[in-house]
């Protein structure tokens, strides 16, 4: 006997819920790639897609996941033997650092641990050491997705600006961008990575970079052809914007996906994302005032408004996304490269997200605490409520 017949809720930080418009728009026979109308969408996808990043800077679109986005900004700009400082704050900040490892580049890693935010005063270390400016690149992590922490990236450019550093600062927006605020060129990235299936509401299957003028003047020889960016930003020919054959449908889906975001208002959307994430932490706190429940970052100025990574303690965390699943249609997400894993669980709540969804996930983590007799607070629904009755 289960209650989970009807439409389902995944609530896990990517694939994040596809909107129907976007489905939709994906639901057509192969268009003509050769000229047309899918020459005029691609065009039309470029200056919205800088819109999002908030920059004057190049893209450049891959059909690929996150991690091909991560490869591709790290091989048009490194050289073997050079040296990147990776600032880890989960899983993804390491992940992406080991990438550039198994590229032959040298990784010098600042890890600040599982539950808090890149410690500036090390950066500065760190950059402060290196006298022969050996480091080309520092790779930051704007929202981990594994802890819900969340970078601040315009400090982390003025960390090197105060220290003189020449490298890129290149910023990992993967899980974020569309859900918590970004500017790529007033916070002084030199390079942004994202992927479709996060803030950007498209099935998984496409990545973009952005890179200004100084990161397309430092040109690796880790680049081969394919990954080239160079290419696939000018192309004279529309072939070259994907080295070969476009991501047909995908393109269709990604353009319904930023007229929902821009018809909303990037503003509108953040906003809509802050408010959906307080309402969600709200909860959380009434459920932490009795047992083991904590939110993983602790100070709200350090946690994403995209995901949020709750400790349940071994093995909650598995025990609730196994009843919210089995019994209600609701995904959580799992304790992503946490030791133990089973301690902890995520609920993403980017992209086509709004106030019902929210409080029909944090009602059916209720129902789960209640039925496995997990020690929790009460009333934390009434808290959401309240909550969200004075942002509506
Ligand atoms: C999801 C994610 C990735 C990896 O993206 P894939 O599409 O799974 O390759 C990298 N970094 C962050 C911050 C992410 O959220």
Request: hydrophobic content about 45%.
């Amino acid at each position: 006997m289960s209650l989970s017949q009807g439409r389902e809720y995944l609530a896990i930080p990517g694939p994040s819920v596809i909107p129907d418009r976007v489905l939709q728009a994906m639901h057509r026979a192969s268009p003509n790639i050769y000229e047309g109308e899918l020459h005029d969408l691609t065009d039309s996808l470029i200056p919205d897609l800088k819109k999002i990043a908030m920059t004057k800077g190049d893209v450049a679109i891959y059909i690929g996941n996150g991690h091909a986005a991560w490869e591709a900004a790290l091989s048009n700009t490194l050289s073997r033997g050079d040296k990147v400082l990776v600032l880890a704050t989960g899983l993804f900040g390491v992940g992406w650092g080991e990438m550039a490892s198994g590229l032959g580049v040298e990784i010098e890693v600042l890890d600040f641990g599982q539950s808090s935010p890149v410690d500036l005063a090390r950066v500065a270390d760190a950059l402060k050491a290196d006298t022969a400016h050996a480091i080309k690149a520092v790779l930051a992590v704007f929202v981990d997705t594994s802890t819900g922490v969340k970078n601040d990236i315009a400090a982390i450019r003025q960390v090197m600006d105060a220290e003189k550093h020449p490298a890129l600062l290149m910023a990992d927006c993967i899980a974020s961008l569309g859900c918590d605020r970004f500017e790529m060129d007033n916070w002084g990235a030199d390079v942004t990575v994202s992927g479709c299936q996060k803030g950007l509401m498209t099935p998984a299957g496409m990545s973009f970079v952005w890179f200004n003028d100084k990161a397309a003047k430092v040109r690796g020889d880790c680049v081969t052809p394919y990954w080239d960016w160079a290419p696939r930003t000018d192309p004279e020919v529309y072939f070259r914007y994907f080295c070969g054959t476009a991501p047909t449908h995908h393109l269709y889906g990604l353009r319904a996906a930023l007229d929902m975001i821009l018809a909303e208002g990037l503003d509108a959307v953040f906003d809509r994302h802050r408010k959906l994430a307080e309402i969600i932490w709200s909860a959380i706190n009434v459920w932490a005032e009795k047992g083991q429940i904590a939110i993983n970052v602790a100070d709200p100025a350090h946690r994403s408004h995209a995901v949020t990574s709750i400790f349940a303690g071994s093995p909650n965390g598995d025990a609730l996304r196994h009843w919210c699943q089995h019994n209600c249609g609701l995904t959580l997400g799992i304790g992503l490269g946490r030791e133990p894993a089973d301690a902890y669980f995520r609920i993403g709540h980017m992209g086509h997200v709004n106030a019902q969804m929210v409080m029909g996930a944090l009602g059916t983590i209720d129902a789960g605490l209640k039925a496995l007799d997990i020690p929790h607070g009460a009333h934390a629904l009434s808290a959401a409520a309240d909550a969200l009755a004075q942002r509506a």
